[in-house]
Nanobody, 125 residues
Framework: VQLQAFGGGLVQAGDSLRLSCAAS????????MGWFRQAPGKEREFVGA????????RYRDSVKARFAISRDNAGNTVYLQMNSLKPEDTAVYYC???????????????????WGKGTLVTVSS
């Protein structure tokens, strides 16, 4: 599986941005898809994830009310809609795929099998 995230950029605080992650492969609908981010000088952290069917999602507390993950299984794409962006959201955002779908998407990076190159999101104050 190859993943490619795109859609990052420079925005102002309060703005919205939508990231996309395009995946190769014929079994996309069976993968749990996750978004992670890494800010300069910090460790990579979980942002959110969605199960294969799209029914269940999971988010880190700091983005739960502002971010939303969705997926288009026919188009092999997962999205991260980010609203009310804050300077602390500045990071490189990565999408990841976990081969075995579960009822509750994992928040642990070690559980994900495939990673794409990140896309940089910069939020100015």
């Amino acid at each position: 599986v190859q993943l490619q995230a795109f859609g990052g950029g420079l925005v102002q605080a309060g703005d919205s941005l939508r990231l996309s992650c395009a995946a190769s492969g014929r079994t996309f609908s069976s993968y749990v898809m996750g978004w992670f981010r890494q800010a300069p000088g910090k460790e990579r952290e979980f942002v959110g994830a969605i199960v294969g069917s799209g029914i269940n999602t999971r988010y880190r507390d700091s983005v739960k009310a502002r971010f939303a993950i969705s997926r288009d299984n026919a188009g092999n794409t997962v999205y991260l809609q980010m609203n009310s962006l804050k300077p602390e959201d500045t990071a490189v955002y990565y999408c990841a795929a976990k081969a075995r779908s579960t009822l509750r998407p994992s928040s642990q990076a070690v559980d994900y099998d495939y990673w794409g190159k990140g896309t940089l999101v910069t939020v100015s104050s």
